[in-house]
């Protein structure tokens, strides 16, 4: 990530005081042989046009951060070796693209791993300007326009992020603005109950009148802040539930609050019950989201974006896609992604994410689908993202959140050249160890769609029952016949949230594509696959697959000319992962070779 900013010469500690100079200054520093007239034409919007005269000089058009996507792109363009397009035309998919930083101001980071918060320490403000730019530039590069510094779980004193943080929270926007990135802010739904106000209700009128009157003061001091991010009755945090309001009546009264000013509310629709009796067999978590939500379809106001996980669980290396994005058909919404590796990997294990976002994306129909969000993966190390080669998934996310048909192949090659500028063959190999670095993962891991099967609440390494029994409404219920929920309409009924033709997809064992199996449907062992392989093989076979293939990956990794200082930390982390990768393979193994009895075909050792 440093290592792709490094390619741009331009000397930010001259701030740029508008995108468009800010444009202007890279493209000059960037490729000082080219010449490029820049033409400010605000119906494109924040998209751009790009094109070559007969002079051999370039026009970008585009509104004022258009503009500068377009010299971004401009600039990837040129130093990935592919030359300056003579003639481009582009917009973005989606309006807001979104970093969420789960960031707190005691300046640790939640599912951080990569070192402490880029913006507080000590239950303040405590950022270095110049990295504040270089963020904004590495956003900006990318096409991503929104940035919400604070966690979800809203913690003190973040709460105070409204009030006393004010002016501190304006100079950080000042500095993000020429980039193109506004700010946003999460806030705790109890909120006004700090200052005096005896409930949070949605519906009494000194809430009303409380959130009204903090907006004003908030968007004095930062007029084009996106508005405020929530996460509401979900893990323990305050929300509408508590006073027998729904969510539609939360939404839509911080939704009043901020349109004076053109803000947003935008509403995680992460609701569960978290405090599950694993006895219980009739609530089943990932049927939650569509029952608090469905029913208010066409509820919320319009500037109220309900914001989605993209699958019905939380962030499992393969989930399908919640049904609410298929479903809301009357409603804002925004899809959620997750670039913090929090069950994939600790940016310990490689986990490339752009071939299992092309999936979801392609699953994604509605045009009610109208911004993407991605759980941020940085941090306060040199390199931002903790593991140098998971900074792909920062880029990569941006190139998707303008364009989801951009080709998965080409963007990570883009950012190992621009980030490594191998030669051509140790490109090819870097490229191919990244692309199939997550069905390597998936396979040493919890098999064909089961999730979860990971150390509870720190969320790496295997511990296959450390969720059974618990509180969290995650299970496999493996026994020694069979694993699996059946969340067909003879089991749970979660299926039934679908469209009818994907209910007939995945509700027959012999349609439902292997990957899904065991998230849909309750299999004994001996059931035969469409290869004729027996579940029990098939997990087995996996399993071996994913070590082996890790042992491979770190042939590879070895192999590669990493400049240091990426190289130790590159290397030393591949040691954790083959380590990691062992212990998976070797315990998932033997946990369902204890349960079922099976030997393995091949007479690979599992052990006792
Ligand atoms: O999976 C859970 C994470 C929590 C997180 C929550 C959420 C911010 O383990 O750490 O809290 O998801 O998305 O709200």
């Known amino acids: 990530m440093k290592a792709w900013l490094s390619h741009l010469s331009l000397d930010l500690t001259v701030s740029p005081s508008s995108p468009e100079e800010l444009a202007r200054a890279e493209l000059s520093s960037a490729l000082p042989e080219t010449v490029f007239r820049l033409d400010n034409d605000p119906s494109l919007g924040e998209g751009y046009r790009i094109q070559k005269k007969a002079d051999g000089s370039f026009t970008i058009s585009g509104g004022k951060t258009g503009i500068l996507y377009g010299a971004y792109a401009m600039i990837r363009s040129a130093l990935s070796g592919r030359g300056l397009p003579e003639s481009l035309f582009s917009v973005p998919k989606y309006g807001l693209r979104m970093i969420n930083c789960w960031d707190n101001m005691d300046g640790t980071v939640e599912r951080g791993y990569s070192g402490r918060s880029l913006f507080f320490e000590g239950d303040r403000f405590q950022y270095n300007p110049l990295r504040m730019m270089e963020l904004g530039r590495l956003m900006a590069s990318v096409g991503l326009n929104v940035l919400c510094i604070n966690n979800v779980n809203v913690h003190n004193p973040a709460q105070l992020l409204l009030e006393d943080f004010l002016p501190e929270a304006k100079r950080l926007a000042d500095l993000f603005r020429p980039f193109g990135v506004r700010l946003m802010f999460s806030v705790d739904f109890s909120q006004p109950m700090r200052h005096g106000i005896p409930t949070a209700d949605p519906l009494s009128p000194l809430v009303q009148d409380w959130w009204k009157k903090t907006a004003q003061e908030v968007y004095r001091a930062i007029p084009d802040l996106v508005g405020f991010l929530v996460k509401a009755d979900s893990e323990g945090r305050p929300g509408p539930f508590t006073y027998g309001r729904n969510h539609a009546d939360g939404a839509n009264m911080l939704a009043d609050a901020v349109r004076p000013f053109g803000g947003k509310i935008i509403w995680r629709c992460f609701v569960y019950n978290c405090r599950q009796d694993w006895r219980d067999v009739q609530t089943d978590r990932p049927k939650a989201a569509w029952e608090h939500y469905a029913f208010l379809d066409g509820e919320f106001a319009d500037n109220v974006i309900l914001q989605v996980k993209h699958g019905p669980f939380d962030f499992q290396v393969r989930e399908p896609l919640s049904p609410l994005l298929l479903g809301m058909k ?54 931002y993202t903790g593991h140098p080669l998971a900074a792909v998934n920062f880029y990569t996310f941006g190139l998707m959140a303008w364009d989801p048909e951009t080709h998965a192949e080409s963007a990570v090659s883009e950012w190992i050249r621009l980030t490594y500028g191998f030669r051509s063959e140790d490109e090819k190999a870097l490229l191919k160890v990244l692309l199939g670095s997550r069905r390597t993962y998936e396979k040493y891991t919890a098999p064909l769609g089961i999730g979860w099967m990971i150390t509870p609440h720190d969320h790496y390494g295997p511990n296959p029952s450390g969720y059974e029994y618990d509180l969290w409404g995650t299970y496999h219920k493996a026994n020694r016949e069979a694993v699996g929920i059946d969340r067909t309409e003879k089991g749970t009924g979660y299926l039934l949230q679908y469209p009818e033709e994907l209910q007939k997809k995945y509700g027959d064992p012999a349609t439902c594509p292997d990957l899904y199996l065991l998230f849909y449907h309750r299999l004994p062992y001996s059931f035969v696959m469409k290869d004729g392989r027996t579940l029990i093989q098939r997990i087995y076979d996996d399993h071996f697959e994913g070590y082996e293939e890790t042992k491979a990956m770190a042939e590879v990794i070895r192999s590669l000319p990493f400049p240091e200082p990426d190289r130790e930390i590159i290397l030393s982390r591949m040691d954790r992962q083959l380590y990691n990768a062992k212990e998976w393979c070797d315990i998932i193994n033997t946990f369902f070779r204890r349960l079922s009895g099976a030997d393995d075909a091949r007479g690979r050792t599992i052990y006792d």
């Not at 509605?366 to 306060?380: C, E, K, Q, T």
Request: aromatic share 8%.
């Open 330 to 383: 009357q409603t804002n919404l925004a899809m959620e992604l997750q670039l913090a590796q929090e069950y994939t990997g600790h940016q310990i294990d490689l986990y490339t994410m752009i071939p299992m976002w092309k999936e979801i994306f392609e699953e994604l129909p509605a045009d009610n689908i109208m911004s993407v969000a991605a759980v941020s993966n940085l941090g306060r190390d040199d390199n």
